[in-house]
Every structure is written in structure tokens, then in C-alpha cells.
């Protein structure tokens, strides 16, 4: 789902005035530098579990990169997109397809005010069947699944057994990366990377900007 087009805009919350400090620091303490030598002998290596979440534009974009940094390691990529229209043209996959790098959208172009939600359950369903045989066939370094917290969101796969379908059959060194907001507990539990996006202004909300193109799509 892009941002503007498909999720609405949330309520009022807190002005950027009000966003809490970072701790960040210009040092590191022993521990932490203790740590990271530790890590660094380790040199532990494994494929992760990325979940983009949360109500803030940026989930889809954010992958969107690691996709690009991935194919600058000349890694095999692709992804299913389980709401975008499957004759969808935007700019990403526009830029995707130059690069050779697959992924696939195949939703109805649902957004909240769709009335076939029939026809949006059966094409997500279809996505998520394509997306096991790619993620178990071995051809992937990192896969997308974008949009598929909804799928989970909405009841139409139990999260429980995508967990365990995943446990079995993901690639142990696959990236997989999942976008959506309200991603359910037991998949931030699974994850091994969670980064919430958390909405502070929103120029549709607040200045009445409309999606244009080369920013959300």
C-alpha cells in the first residue's frame, strides 16, 4: 500500500516539537565496546527477519532500499506485493525493472474503500501461495513481502501458521523482509529486526497534499 493513496491519514498526535530525545552520544561505554569486539570474533552471520510496522509513511520505501543496497552485492532479489494492482506502473517498479529485480505485485489496488474484499482475501491468498514457493525454492538472497502484516491483520492467514511455515522452509541465510502496519506480537516476537515508523506531520493531513509522484509513488 502506498502511504497516502491507500492507508488514511492517523488522528492528531504530537507535533514534532513533542518527539522524545535520541540517545544518541558521541561515545560508548566499555560494555558496549566490549560487545561489539565480542560480535565482531563472533562473526555470527544469518538470514534475517525484517519487519517494517507502524502508522508512519516510509515502511514500503525503507525495504525499497535495502532491495537496492542488496543488489549493489549482486544478491538475488524479489518479492511479492499482495495489495498493489497486479498492472501497477509506479515509479519503484518502474526503477525495479531496469535493475532487473523482481517483484511482483498482486492485489486489486485495494484501498479502505474498496467493496470487493472477496476478490482483494483471494488475490492476497494467491500472493502469499507464490511467495512460499519462492522463498522454499533457494533462488533468493533477500525477499519482500510487502503489504502482508494486512494479510495477517485482517484474519485471512493465522499468523501462527505463517510463523511455523516460515521456521520450516525459509532458507536459513533468505533476508526476508515484511511491511504493513500493525504487525501482530507474535511476528515482532519471530522477527530478528522490528523498526516501527511513527507518524509526526503529514502534508495530505495538514496542508492538504495530495500523493504526487516520485514520493509515494
Do not use: C
Not at 3 to 26: R, V
Not at 38 to 45: D, F, L, T
Not at 162 to 175: G, S
Request: hydrophobic share 40%.
Amino acid at each position: 500500500m502506498h502511504d497516502q493513496t491507500h492507508e488514511p491519514p492517523a488522528g492528531p498526535e504530537q507535533s514534532s516539537s513533542a518527539i522524545a530525545p535520541s540517545d544518541t552520544t558521541l561515545t560508548s561505554s566499555s560494555a558496549k565496546l566490549a560487545y561489539r569486539a565480542e560480535v565482531r570474533r563472533a562473526n555470527r552471520k544469518k538470514g534475517l527477519v525484517i519487519v517494517h510496522t507502524g502508522n508512519g509513511k516510509g515502511k514500503t520505501t525503507a525495504a525499497l532500499g535495502l532491495l537496492l543496497r542488496a543488489w549493489g552485492r549482486d544478491m538475488r532479489i524479489g518479492g511479492v506485493q499482495f495489495f498493489k494492482h497486479a498492472n501497477a506502473n509506479f515509479g519503484e517498479l518502474r526503477a525495479l525493472r531496469r535493475l532487473g529485480i523482481e517483484l511482483t505485485p498482486m492485489g486489486d489496488g485495494f484501498t479502505w474503500t474498496s467493496r470487493d474484499l472477496d476478490e482483494t482475501q483471494a488475490r492476497a491468498l494467491h500472493g502469499w501461495e507464490t511467495a512460499k514457493q519462492r522463498i522454499a525454492g533457494g533462488d533468493y538472497d533477500l525477499f519482500l513481502l510487502d503489504e502482508f502484516t494486512y494479510v495477517l491483520k485482517f484474519g485471512w492467514l493465522a499468523t501462527d501458521e505463517v510463523i511455523a511455515w516460515l521456521a520450516a522452509h525459509k532458507p536459513p541465510m533468505l533476508h526476508l523482509i515484511i511491511t504493513g502496519r500493525d504487525a501482530p506480537p507474535e511476528l515482532i516476537a519471530f522477527a530478528d529486526l522490528v523498526t516501527e515508523m511513527r507518524e509526526i506531520k503529514h502534508p495530505f493531513r495538514e496542508q492538504g497534499i495530495k500523493a504526487q509522484p516520485g514520493i509515494e509513488f
